[in-house]
């Protein structure tokens, strides 16, 4: 775990994501955390999608489930959990970059959303 010299304030942490979104988005499109490569052939975004669907099949997410997604960089990770596992989630993010473009997509939409 990486621990700061000095205590982060939530300005702190908002203003790291705002000022390096170009730069998560660019490396990690809108999931916005590593990836599982299970044979090294998956691409980024495939990668970053097969971690998520890990972790939801691990926790046993499914219809109806509330979900809190802390950290919820631009939401496809809520996303994805609300439209293949049918579960409720809730969002949270401290970055307005992220938050903005969160808001542009739904699960009502039909598939996983993909890089910008």
Known sequence: ???PAVPQTRED???HYDGLDFFYRDTWGRHVHHGFWEDGKESVEEAVENLATLVAKAAGIGDGDRVCDIGCGYGATSWLLAA???ARVNGCTLS???CRE???FSPR????????
Not at 109 to 116: F, H, Y
Request: charged share 15%; glycine share 18%.
């Open 1 to 3: 775990m990486i621990t």
């Open 109 to 116: 939409d039909g598939g996983i959303p993909r890089p910008l």
């Open 102 to 104: 969160a808001a542009g």
């Open 96 to 98: 307005a970059t992220q």
């Open 13 to 15: 942490v908002a203003g």
């Open 84 to 86: 293949i596992y049918r």
